[in-house]
C-alpha cells in the first residue's frame, strides 16, 4: 500500500507517519506540508492512498482533490469533528480525528486493504487504459456548493459543457465543475469516452440505443434517459467504435 501524508503540522505528519510505518506492508512514498506540493507529489507518484488534512493555511483538503485529476483512496484527517458529516458525504473511505489512535487506524488500514483487493480484481476484468489516461476505475472528485462527492468514471453517464462549466451526470446527480470540455477530453480514455460534439462527452459502456439522424448524424440514447446527438463529422469513428 502506497500512502502520502498531506497535514500542514509537522509534529501531526510525523507521527502518522510512525504509526504507518510500524506496517510492513505499507511503503511511505512521502509527505506534503500544503496543497499545491501535495498536488505535486500525488500526479508524480501516483499513491494509492492519501492521507488528508481537511484544514490547511490557504488551501483546504477539499480544494486539493478539486485541483486533481488521478483522485486516490482517500483518508481525512483533522481535528475539527464538526468535519465529519462533510467527509462522509463526499464518500471518503474514513475519517480520523487527531491526536489518532492506533486502535482506530488499525481499523482504517482494514478497510484500505479491502477496498484496494476490490479495485484490483475490478482492474483485472478491464482493459488497460495509457497510464496518463482517466479509465472507468478511476475516481474523480466533484464539488458543487456545499455537496461534494468522490465519483467513479464507470458510474459517470455523460459530460456536458455549460460555458466555463462541465456538467457530470451520475446516479441522479447533475453538478458542475470549473472545467473545460476540451481538457476533460484529453485526459479520458478515448476507449471507454467519445467526444460526440463540442457540447457531449458519452461514456459508451452507457449507450443503451443508436439512431439514424439528419445530414448522416446520429443519436445516442443512453441508459439514464438522455439523447445526445452525435455530429455527422463524429459519426463514422462511433460507428467504428461500436462496430456498426
Known amino acids: 500500500m502506497r500512502v502520502l501524508v498531506v497535514d ?3 509534529l501531526a505528519r510525523k507521527e502518522l507517519i510512525s504509526l504507518l510505518s510500524q506496517n510492513d506492508n505499507i511503503e511511505i512514498l512521502g509527505e506534503a506540508p500544503n496543497v499545491d506540493e501535495a498536488k505535486e507529489k500525488i500526479e508524480s507518484l501516483q499513491p494509492d492512498v492519501v492521507f488528508l488534512d ?3 493555511p490557504e488551501k483546504t483538503g477539499f480544494d486539493l482533490l478539486e485541483e486533481l485529476d488521478y483522485v486516490p483512496l482517500v483518508v481525512f484527517i483533522t481535528a475539527y469533528d464538526e468535519f465529519a458529516l462533510q467527509a462522509f458525504q463526499v464518500n471518503a473511505l474514513d475519517y480520523l480525528l487527531k491526536p489518532i489512535e492506533p486502535e482506530r487506524l488499525t481499523e482504517t488500514l482494514k478497510k484500505l486493504e479491502k477496498k ?6 475490478e482492474d483485472e476484468f478491464t482493459t488497460d487504459a495509457p497510464k496518463d489516461k482517466l479509465a472507468l476505475n478511476d475516481q474523480v472528485f466533484v464539488k458543487d456548493g456545499d455537496k461534494c462527492w468522490f465519483v467513479k468514471l464507470a458510474n459517470v453517464r455523460l459530460f456536458e459543457s455549460d460555458g ?6 451520475f446516479e441522479k446527480n447533475k453538478p458542475m465543475i470549473h472545467k473545460s470540455l476540451n481538457a476533460l477530453d484529453e485526459r479520458l480514455d478515448e476507449k471507454s469516452f467519445f467526444r460526440a460534439s463540442r457540447k457531449h462527452i458519452i461514456n459508451l459502456s452507457w449507450v443503451e440505443t443508436i439512431e439514424p439522424w439528419f445530414n448522416g448524424g446520429l443519436v445516442v440514447t443512453l441508459k439514464g434517459g438522455e439523447r445526445i446527438e452525435v455530429s455527422r463529422r463524429q459519426a463514422a469513428r462511433f460507428k467504428d467504435l461500436m462496430s456498426l
Not at 484496494?116 to 480484481?121: P, R
Not at 466555463?164 to 451526470?169: F, L, P, R, S
Open 164 to 169: 466555463n462549466y462541465i456538467k457530470v451526470y
Open 54 to 56: 481537511i484544514q490547511m
Open 8 to 10: 500542514d503540522e509537522r
Open 116 to 121: 484496494l483487493e476490490e479495485l484490483k480484481k
